[in-house]
């Protein structure tokens, strides 16, 4: 991927701290954290690249690594799900963002309806995919569940850290049932690099117990629910509940078995489809900008912002002049007379929501 990402550190509350990037221009959109991520290596995988470039395009797209995966910090003093919302509190606040919709994908769709229901006036969407309300031991299976998590966690603490795929590809399995074998490799290598086994093991246990099944009819915003039709790691029938649970939600079903959708499969498609279309102005900088290219619109979500050519040029790592020319050629492009006139189409637009860290 040719555009390159943001990538800053900010502290939780208990004093974690967290790698945060954003990338693309426009509309902010945020995502919660969910399982194990990587900010840099996931850029480079065929399991998450396709995601990040799709909502790039239209937004300014705000993702981190929750708190003992990625570039956060690893082996911290909490995991759990009360840190887990403390954290996307953190990421949302250094990121200078004032509302915005929010994406949860898995366990982050727990974490996103906890955070709109205590910040109601910042979340205007709520998307959630894959997602479940209650986690694998509060959904009543009894003895069978609590051997299922048993098991996935010996699992860990006997082979994640080895040079077996064997143990890990367990759990790939389950997220790409339909991938190939260059796809649940890259998976394989995704957690590895994501975390150590003891790290995994605690947001696993942690997942286990999430249940936001109260805290779901309290959610104010349009929400969209989709789920997987065939999904091997979160059954179907939690994407449904959850759904009910959320006053006027939307439910769509997806037709795929994979937790995480593949580039090449029909669900991916149908899945952005949805999305864009229910997501606020995700078409206006396609329509209104669609001369600009990618490197110009984000100089416009700057220019938005209120900077000036010399902070443009600094974030941008370009010389003055060339932002200069840059300049020119929006101006042209949205056929306006000058940088005030500019601001304000772009503003009306959703562009220079955020505020610069």
Request: hydrophobic fraction near 45%.
């Amino acid at each position: 991927m040719g555009d390159r990402q943001a990538l800053r550190f900010c502290t939780s509350e208990d004093g974690t701290r967290l790698a945060y990037a954003s990338i693309g221009a426009g509309p902010p959109l945020v995502k919660s954290a969910n399982w194990l991520s990587h900010l840099e290596f996931d850029l480079r995988t065929p399991i998450w690249r396709h995601w990040i470039e799709a909502f790039a395009r239209r937004h300014t797209f705000v993702r981190y690594d929750t708190r003992g995966s990625g570039l956060s910090d690893r082996g911290p003093r909490e995991i759990s799900f009360e840190s887990w919302v403390a954290d996307l509190e953190a990421v949302v606040d250094a990121a200078g963002l004032d509302r915005f919709p929010l994406l949860g994908i898995s366990q982050g769709g727990a974490i996103a309806t906890a955070y709109a229901v205590r910040h109601p006036e910042r979340v205007t969407h709520l998307v959630l995919y894959g997602a479940f309300a209650r986690g694998r031991l509060k959904r009543g299976t009894g003895q069978a569940g609590i051997d299922e998590v048993l098991l996935m966690t010996k699992l860990f603490e006997l082979g994640w850290g080895t040079d077996n795929r064997a143990f890990r590809q367990v759990f790939a399995s389950q997220f790409l049932p339909q991938g190939t074998p260059e796809q649940i490799e890259a998976y394989d290598e995704l957690q590895r690099e994501s975390a150590a086994a003891a790290d995994a093991v605690r947001i696993l246990q942690t997942s286990a117990q999430i249940d936001v099944t109260k805290l779901a009819p309290r959610i104010a915003c349009p929400t969209l629910v989709l789920h997987a039709r065939d999904d091997a790691r979160i059954p179907f029938e939690e994407g449904r509940l959850f759904a009910s649970l959320i006053p006027g939600a939307r439910f769509v079903s997806i037709a795929s078995c994979n937790h995480i959708l593949l580039e090449t499969e029909p669900g991916w498609r149908h899945f952005l489809e949805e999305v864009e279309a229910f997501l606020p102005g995700a078409c206006a900088p396609a329509a209104t900008f669609g001369e600009l290219t990618h490197r110009e619109r984000e100089l416009l979500e700057y220019l938005a912002r209120g900077l000036d050519n010399h902070q443009i040029a600094a974030h941008l790592a370009l010389s003055e002049k060339t932002v200069r020319n840059m300049v020119s050629s929006v101006l042209d492009k949205l056929e306006v007379e000058n940088r005030a006139q500019a601001i304000l189409k772009a503003r009306e637009a959703g562009y220079g929501i955020g505020s610069v860290a």
